[in-house]
């Protein structure tokens, strides 16, 4: 009997959080963000269930704080989407299909912070160079970390470090805007 309590609560605990992402999947359907965005993910830990549930808060927040960056809430909604997403890359199980998803949502999450002033640019080159790993041709990979280089490197006075910081920028062609903002900012460096 004793060897079979632990099963039976692993069992409870599974179909809790499976009924739970049913609720939460029912919320996204009906449109309820903010209700979504309030529900605490009762799990943590490599779980496919855990990832859904960490994976759906983090985007009806990343949504709400997109959908209104000036509102009062923002700044806690953006911290939930960036902490969702970092929950959600922790549920991951490898050679989980969903790791780009939870990834590039990261990547949105720390730019939405890094744009409004609350954090530096280091979770996004983080989750755009982790993105590169996965295929170094991700667009979206490639964008973040280049964002987040330039990010750093014009946080820096003009001179060799943020010469050196732009060079540091991943090579590639995924945002040509973007592209043309650091060939400026290098060119400056030149001699």
């Known amino acids: 009997m004793t060897r079979r309590l632990p099963l039976l609560l ?8 499976a009924g739970q ?5 029912d919320q996204r359907a009906a449109g309820d963000l903010a209700g979504l965005a309030s529900t605490q993910p009762g799990c943590a830990g490599p779980d496919p269930l855990c990832l859904q549930a960490q994976m759906l808060r983090a985007e009806a927040c990343l949504a709400l704080a997109l959908a209104a960056p000036r509102a009062p809430a923002a700044t806690g909604q953006r911290a939930c989407a960036e902490q969702g997403y970092q929950a959600a890359i922790a549920a991951l199980v490898p050679g989980d299909p969903h790791r780009r998803a939870a990834l590039a949502g990261w990547a949105a999450a720390a730019m939405a912070r890094r744009d409004a002033g609350e954090a ?6 983080a989750a755009g160079r982790a993105l ?9 990979g490639c964008t973040h970390a280049r964002s987040a280089q330039l990010a750093t490197a014009l ?8 010469c050196a ?3 540091a920028a991943p090579a ?7 592209d043309r903002q650091i060939a400026a900012q290098a060119a400056a460096c030149a001699p």
């Open 10 to 17: 692993l069992l409870l605990l599974a179909g809790c959080l």
């Open 21 to 25: 992402v049913d609720r939460m999947k």
């Open 120 to 125: 530096d640019a280091t979770a996004q080159g």
């Open 132 to 140: 590169l790993a996965l295929d170094p041709a991700d667009a979206i």
């Open 155 to 162: 946080m820096q006075p003009r001179g060799p470090g943020r």
């Open 165 to 167: 910081a732009l060079r």
């Open 172 to 178: 590639c062609a995924a945002n040509p805007a973007l």
